[in-house]
T-cell receptor, first 112, second 115 residues
């Protein structure tokens, strides 16, 4: 099946710093989504971005589908950005099975 | 408020108990999912329902039994679980299911501990 690798696995930032999280995937995809899981376990959908660039406040994401990677940018980080960021992809499939495969996540800790 | 509500938030059960997890979505979506999140492992898809029909079943043991009575409600019935089944169980919904599935919206999860 498709492989999803996220880097770095862990990241510690000073409040106010910027960061870039990366998601590499091993095959062509129909669908790519970024999620944030807060320390209480709640998963929030940040972006639905199979290709191109999107921005939402201090967050933006870019997917370069032809090169099989996606980047999540966090600017002016805040302590509330702490948690785990997951990338999930759905591979092209002619077999009728459409499943999101999740990476292992990047654990971000923003310190005051 | 996520639009997807799961109950209970926490559950402790013995290996011989029978319990059920409940999920309700208020988003008018047509697809609902159960995911399992164990420590140190990626999220694993367990079941997918699209328009109340099960469309994915990822080799999940029969001690987990899903039920989708309508497009807004999803249950996961549990019986004779093992300690290794302890995990966070997450329900999700999306507008539709299929190629290029639309954005997933998750509930807050049920933290299950099997003793």
């Amino acid at each position: 099946g498709i492989q999803v690798e996220q880097s770095p696995p862990d990241l510690i930032l000073q409040e106010g710093a910027n960061s870039t999280l990366r998601c590499n995937f091993s095959d062509s995809v129909n669908n790519l989504q970024w999620f944030h899981q807060n320390p209480w376990g709640q998963l929030i959908n940040l972006f639905y971005i199979p290709s191109g660039t999107k921005q939402n406040g201090r967050l933006s994401a870019t997917t370069v589908a032809t090169e099989r990677y996606s980047l999540l940018y966090i600017s002016s980080s805040q302590t509330t950005d702490s948690g785990v960021y997951f990338c999930a992809v759905e591979p092209y499939s002619g077999a009728g099975s459409y499943q999101l495969t999740f990476g292992k996540g990047t654990k971000l800790s923003v310190i005051p | 408020e996520t639009g997807v509500t799961q109950t209970p938030r926490h559950l402790v059960m013995g290996m011989t108990n029978k319990k059920s997890l409940k999920c309700e979505q208020h988003l008018g979506h047509n697809a609902m999912y159960w995911y399992k999140q164990s420590a140190k492992k990626p999220l694993e898809l367990m079941f997918v329902y699209s328009l109340e029909e099960r469309v994915e079943n990822n080799s999940v043991p029969s001690r987990f039994s899903p039920e989708c009575p309508n497009s807004s409600h999803l249950f996961l019935h549990l019986h004779t679980l093992q300690p290794e089944d302890s995990a966070l169980y997450l329900c999700a919904s999306s507008q539709d299911w299929g190629q290029g599935t639309s954005p997933l919206h998750f509930g807050n999860g049920t933290r299950l501990t099997v003793t």
